[in-house]
Nanobody
Protein backbone atom coordinates (compact mmCIF):
# COMPACT_ATOMS: atom_id res chain seq x y z
CA UNK A 1 0.00 0.00 0.00
CA UNK A 2 1.27 3.45 -0.96
CA UNK A 3 -0.07 6.84 0.02
CA UNK A 4 0.71 9.89 -2.09
CA UNK A 5 0.10 13.49 -1.07
CA UNK A 6 0.63 16.38 -3.47
CA UNK A 7 1.25 19.96 -2.50
CA UNK A 8 2.57 23.17 -3.97
CA UNK A 9 -0.18 24.17 -6.34
CA UNK A 10 -1.53 27.66 -6.54
CA UNK A 11 -2.24 30.66 -8.70
CA UNK A 12 0.54 32.06 -10.83
CA UNK A 13 0.79 34.46 -13.73
CA UNK A 14 1.81 33.27 -17.17
CA UNK A 15 5.56 33.00 -17.37
CA UNK A 16 5.86 32.24 -13.69
CA UNK A 17 7.03 29.15 -11.88
CA UNK A 18 5.79 26.64 -9.34
CA UNK A 19 7.20 23.52 -7.78
CA UNK A 20 4.88 20.68 -6.90
CA UNK A 21 5.74 18.04 -4.33
CA UNK A 22 4.49 14.48 -3.93
CA UNK A 23 5.27 12.83 -0.62
CA UNK A 24 5.06 9.04 -0.58
CA UNK A 25 4.51 6.79 2.40
CA UNK A 26 3.70 3.15 3.01
CA UNK A 27 5.34 0.48 0.86
CA UNK A 28 7.75 2.93 -0.66
CA UNK A 29 10.43 0.29 -1.20
CA UNK A 30 8.25 -1.14 -3.96
CA UNK A 31 8.21 2.11 -5.92
CA UNK A 32 10.48 2.31 -8.93
CA UNK A 33 8.36 4.58 -11.10
CA UNK A 34 6.59 7.84 -10.42
CA UNK A 35 4.59 10.07 -12.69
CA UNK A 36 2.81 13.38 -12.75
CA UNK A 37 -0.51 13.68 -14.52
CA UNK A 38 -2.82 16.61 -14.98
CA UNK A 39 -6.50 16.99 -15.66
CA UNK A 40 -8.32 20.10 -16.76
CA UNK A 41 -12.09 20.39 -16.29
CA UNK A 42 -13.98 18.28 -18.81
CA UNK A 43 -10.81 16.70 -20.14
CA UNK A 44 -9.04 13.41 -19.64
CA UNK A 45 -6.18 12.95 -17.25
CA UNK A 46 -2.97 13.30 -19.25
CA UNK A 47 0.54 12.17 -18.48
CA UNK A 48 2.94 15.05 -17.87
CA UNK A 49 6.22 13.50 -16.79
CA UNK A 50 7.72 10.28 -15.47
CA UNK A 51 10.79 9.34 -13.50
CA UNK A 52 12.26 5.94 -12.67
CA UNK A 53 14.28 4.91 -9.66
CA UNK A 54 17.30 5.02 -11.94
CA UNK A 55 16.66 8.66 -12.70
CA UNK A 56 15.40 8.28 -16.24
CA UNK A 57 12.85 10.97 -17.09
CA UNK A 58 10.34 11.54 -19.84
CA UNK A 59 8.05 14.44 -20.59
CA UNK A 60 4.98 15.18 -22.60
CA UNK A 61 5.78 17.28 -25.63
CA UNK A 62 3.65 20.08 -24.25
CA UNK A 63 5.94 20.57 -21.24
CA UNK A 64 9.36 19.64 -22.57
CA UNK A 65 11.91 22.30 -21.79
CA UNK A 66 9.66 23.90 -19.19
CA UNK A 67 8.95 21.22 -16.57
CA UNK A 68 11.42 19.13 -14.61
CA UNK A 69 10.59 15.99 -12.67
CA UNK A 70 12.99 14.99 -9.92
CA UNK A 71 13.11 12.87 -6.82
CA UNK A 72 14.55 12.93 -3.33
CA UNK A 73 14.80 9.36 -2.07
CA UNK A 74 15.80 10.47 1.39
CA UNK A 75 12.61 12.47 1.73
CA UNK A 76 10.50 9.96 -0.24
CA UNK A 77 9.34 12.84 -2.36
CA UNK A 78 8.98 13.52 -6.06
CA UNK A 79 8.89 17.03 -7.43
CA UNK A 80 7.62 18.71 -10.53
CA UNK A 81 9.32 21.98 -11.28
CA UNK A 82 7.29 24.11 -13.65
CA UNK A 83 8.74 27.12 -15.42
CA UNK A 84 7.43 29.43 -18.11
CA UNK A 85 3.91 28.47 -17.15
CA UNK A 86 1.14 29.00 -19.65
CA UNK A 87 -2.62 29.28 -19.15
CA UNK A 88 -2.88 25.94 -20.93
CA UNK A 89 -1.06 24.38 -17.98
CA UNK A 90 -4.03 25.09 -15.73
CA UNK A 91 -5.21 21.79 -14.29
CA UNK A 92 -5.31 19.61 -11.24
CA UNK A 93 -1.96 17.87 -11.02
CA UNK A 94 -1.79 14.33 -9.66
CA UNK A 95 1.08 12.18 -8.50
CA UNK A 96 0.91 8.55 -9.60
CA UNK A 97 2.70 5.27 -9.17
CA UNK A 98 1.98 1.68 -10.11
CA UNK A 99 2.92 -1.43 -8.16
CA UNK A 100 1.98 -4.47 -10.18
CA UNK A 101 -1.63 -4.04 -11.21
CA UNK A 102 -2.29 -1.48 -8.48
CA UNK A 103 -2.51 2.17 -9.41
CA UNK A 104 -1.98 4.76 -6.68
CA UNK A 105 -2.95 8.41 -6.90
CA UNK A 106 -2.59 11.44 -4.73
CA UNK A 107 -5.47 13.77 -4.01
CA UNK A 108 -4.31 16.31 -6.56
CA UNK A 109 -3.20 19.91 -6.31
CA UNK A 110 -4.68 22.75 -8.33
CA UNK A 111 -2.46 24.82 -10.60
CA UNK A 112 -4.02 27.90 -12.13
CA UNK A 113 -2.08 30.04 -14.58
CA UNK A 114 -3.52 33.44 -15.41
CA UNK A 115 -2.80 35.26 -18.65
Amino acid sequence: QVQLVESGGGLVQAGGSLRLSCAASGSIASIDFMAWYRQAPGKQRDLVATITSGGSTNYADSVKGRFTISGDNYKNTVYLGMNSLKPEDTAVYYCNTKIGWRNFWGQGTQVTVSS
